[in-house]
């Protein structure tokens, strides 16, 4: 009998996410299970909190890949920060900072939305007319929208949001290890990421860290945090205490694949990827304005790892991208959300950064265009 | 360099899971990765929904492995259909159980707790009592209990309370796929388990099942569920619906890994595993037995793949079980909570339960006793 497992086979994996993983992080996820509260173990986690700093840019105590994906990353650092009745701005431009004003609301916080339009970045002016409206306990924004492809003013809005005394939350997951990232520097407080993007590991662990002023809140709560699993007092007691005392089992195998990946990453240099993403973004940018591929976002805020683009003028979306996946074994990302139909979203995450994925994109495009 | 990576190795791992993962587990695992849109995935997620129903003894449609460890599976089904005011009984006996209590209390349940000694298993009878006392709108207990050993009258309790209207939940972490189970026949709404245990898959993975009866409280929920993460309405939209909406990227290569471990089972057939699992729990407490270990647990309510036992008199408990994993390569658990110091347990969960693997240990254990 043929099995579903037996039809998996290498794509190229060009969309927002996940990205092509690195040969040596399949190995690393194939090595011998330990139980999680094995001293070598330990050790690994030890390893990953130190490297994951470099990435995030902080000196925080608390850094911790969260057992979950990236929206687990999301739904961490708001469930920690958020008390009912919290005043909360979310700034929006994008389907996930959207995402982290529905999760807000479900928190039972008071969530004001500062919008702008999707495709455009977040204007630091705007936030400070609004942060002078009204005193918020916690702002959040995300970096790099993977939804659109635009960038955010992460550092303006930190400085900002500080000023006026509030928690700054930051969403990372499209731009750790692919872009420069100040935790520290731009003052945020609480921030996630995944594995799944720049740092090509599968999917399902979430880089999470906080700021002492974020631990401040989280222990001077007045409820405990209504969510056992994700309660970063305790889980922080496993990853950082002097007992590393079980909390709940870790997801002993993908963090072997976060550790290599990370090595990966360490052994190329974190400045050295983000330069490779930004050249193989110019490069790819030159190849689509050849093929006549129109970004959707401004140069100047465009991200180098999410590249929007119109779905060019007579190809039909769905088809054309079937096509890629199964004539090519290429995957590119479709439109979320308002841009469903109009907008594709191609991929330079991590090892996906590279000249010969571009090229072979390149050449496929044309073979799918122009077939409405 | 040498890095913490290089010193994982193969260890025989006997405690209360990770059990040992299959081989063609972690070639699974090291397959490429996929979109989670791919349709080739979408095929996969199929098979495992289709196995999982199997091992669950299950008709439900709502069959889904959780982005989580077993913990988030408490937490899903917990989150899912608990409404701030509720009044829910946890019939506890054990850490797991108290970890119910303790969940449900922080989602703002008005929670009453049945206690039963460690170590014994519940008593129906005292149930039912309970259940004439008050009226519950939820019920929760644990089915294997991984701290003590004991396994509860699963099908009993959930007659009671069905017969008062209220919702069972039944943990099933440890016991599934290595005891019968038939969450249809024993009346339970929301069952959960973990990768980790007798599925022999790395931990990651929570799989997750609702009745339909849970779905009717889930959807006419007055307020939305206060965890966007772990919202069945909307993962089961990625996991059932006609149209498998985008909800979070899924853990794609942890789910080809539980994947490939279902399809060991299905292979060797659910009640030969079964079978084997209760073979080797006889064939090591003979072993024990000459040995002079005692279980802390009667014969009666025993499981077969968690062996919770006396530490030996004159034995040094940290010092036993260190000595065990670095001289002998073997991990076996220590106790938890009250059962700290005084209580070993040893797993034979999954691809655990095999004759070597019990040889091994009876042979070591002799090397690190009695040596206080």
Redesign the interface.
């Known amino acids: 009998m043929e099995?579903?497992?037996d039809?998996?086979?290498?794509?190229l994996?060009m969309?927002p996410?996940?990205s092509?993983?690195y040969p040596s992080v399949?190995?690393?996820?194939?090595?011998?299970?330990?139980?999680?509260?094995?001293p070598?173990?330990i050790?690994?986690m030890?390893?990953i909190k130190e490297m994951l700093k470099v990435l995030f840019g902080t000196e925080n105590d608390l850094v911790v890949p969260v057992?979950?994906?990236?929206?687990?990353g999301?739904?961490t650092v708001l469930?920690n920060l958020i008390e009912r009745g919290d005043p909360v701005l979310v700034i929006t431009n994008g389907v996930f900072s959207e995402?982290q004003a529905?999760?807000a609301?479900?928190?039972?916080a008071d969530v004001d939305c500062l919008a702008f339009p999707w495709g455009s970045p977040v204007d630091p002016k705007a936030v400070s007319e609004q942060l002078n409206v009204r005193q918020y306990a916690l702002v959040s924004m995300v970096h790099a929208e993977t939804s659109t492809g635009v960038c955010n003013p992460a550092a303006e809005v930190g400085e900002l949001v500080h000023r006026h005394g509030a928690l700054y939350v930051l969403d990372t997951v499209t731009s750790l290890g692919g872009m420069e990232i100040s935790v520290d520097d731009w003052k945020v407080d609480a921030v996630y990421s995944?594995s799944?993007k720049c740092l090509s590991c599968?999917?399902?662990l979430s880089p999470v860290s906080m700021s002492s002023r974020a631990l401040e809140k989280l222990f001077s709560r007045k409820e405990?945090?209504?969510?056992?699993?994700?309660d970063m007092s305790l889980v922080a007691e496993y990853w950082a205490g002097k007992k590393r005392t079980?909390?709940?089992?870790?997801?002993?195998?993908?963090l072997?694949?976060l550790?290599?990946s990370l090595?990966e990453i360490m052994d190329e240099g974190l400045q050295e990827a983000v330069l490779r993403h930004q050249k193989m973004h110019e490069y790819l940018a030159d190849g689509l304005s050849r093929l006549g591929i129109e970004f959707i976002v401004e140069k100047s805020c465009r991200l180098p790892m999410l590249n929007a683009v119109k779905v060019p003028e007579g190809t039909d979306d769905a088809e054309a991208r079937m096509k890629l996946?199964f004539d090519h074994g290429i995957?590119i990302g479709?439109g979320?959300g308002a841009f469903a139909g109009k907008v594709w979203r191609i991929g330079l995450m991590g090892n996906t950064a590279r000249e010969a994925c571009v090229d072979r994109l390149l050449a496929a495009l044309p073979k799918v265009m122009g077939q409405k």
């Open positions: 099995r579903a497992l039809k998996v086979s290498e794509t994996l969309g996410g996940p092509m993983t399949y190995q690393a996820m194939a090595k011998p299970t330990l139980g999680h509260m094995d070598r173990f050790k690994v030890d390893e057992s979950g994906t990236g929206s687990a999301m739904e469930v995402r529905e999760v609301r479900r928190l039972g995944g799944q599968p999917p399902g405990k945090v209504p969510n056992w699993y994700l079980y909390h709940h089992t870790a997801p002993i195998n993908m072997y694949g550790c290599q090595y996946l995957e479709a979320l």
